[in-house]
């Protein structure tokens, strides 16, 4: 008879899902807004780790270009006939099964 009535316990958890849902998003967009509107500490970068000696200029360290050489070289075919079939060099006995 109550086939088409649905279940109020359900309604319950799915409203309060897309009212967390909701918040989680408009708080990570205050968030983001707020974050991005500052520009941030100024990039006043320092030396003195490692052997470097302190308040000095730090510079960037300048990685040589990628080389992009080739690795595969390029010739004419063989003059023999390719290979049909493969047979193995040394066979084994049948396994007995023991």
Do not use: W
């Not at 989680?24 to 470097?52: E, F, I, K, R």
């Not at 510079?59 to 080389?67: F, G, L």
């Amino acid at each position: 008879m109550n086939r088409n009535r649905r279940n109020p316990q359900g309604r319950g958890v799915r409203t309060t899902c897309a009212i967390i849902g909701a918040s989680a998003v408009a708080t990570l967009t205050v968030l983001g807004v707020a974050a991005g509107s500052h520009p941030g500490p100024a990039t006043n970068y320092q030396a003195g780790s490692g052997d470097a000696p302190t308040n000095t200029a730090y510079s960037v360290p300048i990685a040589p270009t990628m080389n992009l050489g080739a690795t595969a070289t390029f010739s004419a075919p063989g003059t023999e006939p390719p290979t049909e079939m493969a047979s193995p060099g040394v066979k084994a006995a049948p396994y007995s099964g023991a």
